[in-house]
């Protein structure tokens, strides 16, 4: 140890406050890094000092959207770069409009990663680099993760870890998630109405994501494993406009995409 913190070093490894200079005309010396950086699950305090140094000296800052909207991931780098000029936005060509599985969906999609991995993948090569918005964690349900897939081997990689969504939601809720040997499933929303009451009746503590339009089956399948007395609901947690509630006491069955179900475990207390 010398007494010297990384934070208190002016330059840190693998972030470059300029441009690198290219070593000939043709191909630079170094490659530029590719950085998934987890923004946290909403409000810009709950960013990792990593993430910030990242945000502040990629070269590129590039998010997911939906076309003409800003990225919520984009949205909460406000309160650290206000720099359009290094805004990379990356329009989904679908969100919701068609079923996940509907190969005309997947088709698009794995031609947006293909397409977008190309277009990084050039400026990679020219030295710059890349940071790529997450929402959360960029490893835990991230479209990161479909640009990492088909980057990795070709270029030096960073992932900074984030405050996951559902650690923001039951901070909110007020609510520990696990005590003892308790079992927690995460489940996607879009799962069969069978398969959500399979799992969620084996399961100690739940959450469920990917909430949308199929929060009336999420209801149902809850009702039918007996957890819907302990469901709470968030929405928007920790950002502008956030909800929490019983999910027994929300009266209607409309959840935007950012929102969750949460059923704390009851595990060993002593
Ligand atoms: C594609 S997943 C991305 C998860 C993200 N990588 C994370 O670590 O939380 C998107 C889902 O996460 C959940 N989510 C993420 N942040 C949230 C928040 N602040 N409030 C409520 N739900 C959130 C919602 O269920 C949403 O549909």
Redesign the pocket.
Known sequence: MDGTSEFMRPEPAGIPSAPKPAASAEKPAVTGTLYGV?MG??DPDYLTVRAVRVLERAHHLVHFCKAGKRGNARTIADAVVQDAAREWPLPYPYTTELHPEDPAYVAALAGFYDEAAERLAAVLEAGRDVAIL?????F????FMHLWRRLKDRFPVEVVP?V???S??WTRAGTPITWGDDVLTVLPATLPHATLVERLARTDAAVV????RHLPKVRAALTEAGLIGRAVY??????AGETVTPLSEKPDDSAP????VLVPGEGRRP
């Open positions: 987890g699950p909403g997450s929402e959360g964690d960029p835990f349900y991230g479209s984030g996951t969504g559902m923001g939601c994501m990917k909430l949308g968030v929405e928007r947690g920790t950002m995409y950012f929102s969750m």
